[in-house]
Nanobody, 121 residues
Framework: QVQLVESGGGSVQAGGSLRLSCVAFGFTYSSHCMAWFRQAPGKEREEVARLRPGGRIEYADSVIGRFAISRGNTKDSWILQMNILKPEDTSTYYC???????????????WGQGTQVTVSS
């Protein structure tokens, strides 16, 4: 059984930084797309950053130049470094993974439990 465990998040003032980490346990495929999503109350889920197995990285326009996704120290871990945070970044952040790297995240099978990020002005 695959499990994604997130850590990080919290509260910060605008302009500050936070770091989110995700560790996966039980992957059965050798490679996965690894990503971070966020969802604020009353809003649709938004893909923030995606790291493809070959190394290609994609970001939402709203976070380009401020957020960075990267692999962690272990094979099945990844990180979201968030800098120059804005109040509009306030949301619940989820790590997720998909061995088939599907465009539609509703098909992604593996999700973390979510961690709250709150940015005050």
């Amino acid at each position: 059984q695959v499990q994604l465990v997130e850590s990080g998040g919290g509260s910060v003032q605008a302009g500050g930084s936070l770091r989110l980490s995700c560790v996966a346990f039980g992957f059965t495929y050798s490679s996965h797309c690894m990503a971070w999503f966020r969802q604020a109350p009353g809003k649709e889920r938004e893909e923030v950053a995606r790291l493809r197995p070959g190394g290609r990285i994609e970001y939402a326009d709203s976070v380009i130049g401020r957020f960075a996704i990267s692999r962690g120290n272990t094979k099945d871990s990844w990180i979201l470094q968030m800098n120059i945070l804005k109040p509009e970044d306030t949301s619940t952040y989820y790590c997720a993974a998909d061995p088939f790297c599907r465009t539609d995240s509703s098909y992604w099978p593996y999700w973390g439990q979510g961690t709250q990020v709150t940015v005050s002005s």
